[in-house]
């Protein structure tokens, strides 16, 4: 069976914070992109984690290597510098294998 067209598309992202043992998911409808994914990241800093850790001055993301999450994507690492400037934070990505 397929799936209309004019019922679009979602794109979970999710972040799981490992200190506090709970999860943020962000939907879009568009495409799994390195840019959708770090404005995800971005959305989750803004709306939960400044409150929850204020001092933050590193951020560790593992990414699963895949679609937007591939180690080779520059784009990601693009948008992840632009992230890290804005929020004065060092962030390391640790890129499981595929």
């Known amino acids: 069976m397929t799936r209309p067209k004019e019922l679009g598309k979602s794109v979970p992202y999710v972040i ?9 998911v962000n939907v879009g409808v568009d495409h ?3 840019t959708f994914a770090v404005n995800s990241i971005r959305t989750y800093l803004n709306e939960m984690g400044k409150e929850r850790f204020p001092a933050m001055s590193k ?3 593992t990414a699963d290597s895949g679609g937007n999450n591939n180690c080779r994507t520059r784009l990601l690492k693009f948008e992840l510098q ?7 934070i060092d962030i390391t990505v640790c890129h499981f294998p595929p």
């Open 16 to 24: 799981y914070d490992l200190l506090n043992n709970n999860g943020f």
């Open 82 to 88: 632009k992230l890290a400037d804005e929020f004065s």
């Open 59 to 61: 951020l560790m993301i």
């Open 32 to 34: 799994d992109t390195a």
